[in-house]
């Protein structure tokens, strides 16, 4: 069911279906793969303080911190700022972790090895 996520093409403003940013990408699958409904997101991902900004109005009202489990969501912390986000799948019954950034296509990473890109990632479901 993801592999229509990995043929997404990563755009700044990328919030709808073939073009995506990290946000678009999450809001999407979480709604197709996982029925959730988010909030939407209007912010430019090159600005993180807008980015941390979206982020917090996310996390904070309907979610809580979590393990890693499937349909969460991945978010990447450089210090108080949200720098990047991706969504937690199963994938051959192991976590994975998919996501789309600039200049790097789709792609699903086990979860140790999207946290070893990162130095915090916390979990939101």
């Given at each position: 069911m993801i592999d229509k996520y990995l043929a997404a093409t990563w755009k700044r403003d990328?919030?709808?279906w073939p073009y995506l940013n990290c946000w678009g990408l999450v809001r999407l699958a979480s709604?197709?793969?996982?029925?959730?409904?988010?909030?939407?997101?209007?912010c430019d991902v090159y600005d993180k303080r807008a980015t941390t900004k979206a982020c917090h109005e996310i996390i904070t009202k309907p979610m809580r911190v979590t393990a890693a489990e499937s349909g969460a969501i991945a978010v990447v912390w450089r210090g108080k700022l949200c720098i990047?986000?991706?969504?937690?799948?199963?994938?051959?019954?192991?976590?994975?972790?998919?996501?789309?950034?600039?200049?790097v296509p789709p792609?699903?990473?086990?979860?140790?090895d999207f946290e070893r890109?990162?130095?915090?990632v916390e979990y939101y479901a």
């Open positions: 990328g919030m709808a709604k197709e793969l996982f029925g959730r409904t988010l909030q939407p997101i209007d990047h986000v991706g969504l937690v799948v199963t994938v051959d019954d192991k976590l994975a972790v998919l996501d789309i950034d600039e200049g792609r699903v990473s086990w979860i140790a890109r990162y130095l915090r």
